[in-house]
């Protein structure tokens, strides 16, 4: 099995988007990830593109913070991002309803 790092996975969110599933939504995403491989990202979604950047957003529409591994895990498809997020190992703030559509945007999973 191929392991990526979670640098990889992020920057994937640019070819893995589905911009059909992502018709009119104008969103900036914040990951503020911990631990090994953490870091902050931005995720804009606009215009039906997707664009994946170092750093961290003046006012994101909704940030995510977790650990790297877990985030890792759930964009891998080995664990539940719900599950995850009411375990508390994911924390959302900002527009939840977006959270919740966000896995629609993307291709995931090996």
């Not at 995403?29 to 994946?52: H, R």
């Not at 529409?61 to 891998?76: E, K």
Request: one cysteine or more.
């Amino acid at each position: 099995m191929i392991e990526y790092t979670v640098e990889q996975l992020i920057r994937n969110h640019e070819k893995a988007f589905k911009p059909e599933a992502a018709e009119g939504v104008d969103a900036v995403i914040q990951y503020k990830l911990i631990g090994d491989e953490g870091g902050d990202w931005i995720i804009t979604i606009k215009d039906g593109k997707c664009n994946v950047a170092e750093g961290e957003a003046e006012s994101p529409t909704m940030t995510l913070s977790a650990d790297a591994q877990d985030f890792s895990d759930v964009l891998l498809g080995k664990a539940n991002g719900m599950k995850y997020f009411m375990e508390g190992k994911i924390k959302l703030a900002g527009d939840l309803n977006l959270a919740m559509k966000l896995t629609d945007f993307f291709k995931m999973g090996g």
